[in-house]
């Protein structure tokens, strides 16, 4: 019974803040702004692929396939107690991810700037996990950093923009975003299901059914279109 009331309120949680999520357009001017940071490209691949914060802290290049355009989130990273723990994804299952052209050019982008990052370092460098996204030493970036540089970079842009400011979010929203759009774009739920790494299509059901009656709502327009009448 517990169990049930906690996955009940992680839902409706989930279901609030997915409410508030940002527009496609929202997002593309954060990204936009963001871009100077070395850490852009995380926050495009999280936006782009919908993948937890740990899960992209945990990939390594390894796991990258370019040529094949996609990648598998084999596990998840964090810290407790000061401590960096590397453990299974949530549902406990790795799965591969495809990736647009738009997304392996920035991932081409980031393997450079390591690339020179350890160069310019030379003997000090510190990477020794193959990991994607690193600081300028090497090292795995730690979670606090991208969870805590989020709201600092929507800050900075409303005041350089007050007429037209970026609601609050958190890096999590991200995730929030590409399933949002996924759905009203018509892909099917157990798609981004999948995507997302939920254990079972009912969660993502559950979590976005606003959305997902928002697109129904045209479903009647949509296949009178396709008939022809």
Known sequence: MACWILDRYMVMKAAHLV??????????????????HRLWTFLH???YTGARRGELLH????DVDLDG?????????????GERIEGT???????????????????????????????QVGPEWRGGGDYVFTTVWGEPVHPDTVSSLFPILIKRYNKAHPDAPLPHARLHDLRHVHA?????????????AARLGHADPSITLR????????????????FAQAIGE
Do not use: C
């Open 19 to 36: 409410n508030a999520v940002w527009t496609k357009d929202q997002l593309k001017v954060f990204l936009r702004y963001a871009r100077e």
């Open 69 to 81: 355009k996609q990648f598998v989130i084999a596990g998840s990273a964090s810290f407790v107690d």
């Open 180 to 192: 949002t759009t996924l759905l009203l774009a018509g892909v099917p739920v157990h798609v981004v």
């Open 59 to 62: 990939l390594r290049w390894s």
């Open 89 to 119: 994804t949530k549902s406990g299952r790795k799965r591969t991810v495809s990736l647009d052209d738009g997304t392996i050019r920035v991932l081409r982008d980031q393997h450079k700037m390591q690339a020179a990052d350890k160069l």
């Open 207 to 222: 979590v976005y059914a606003h959305v997902i009656r928002s697109a129904e709502a045209s479903a009647a327009e949509i």
């Open 45 to 47: 691949v999280a936006a």
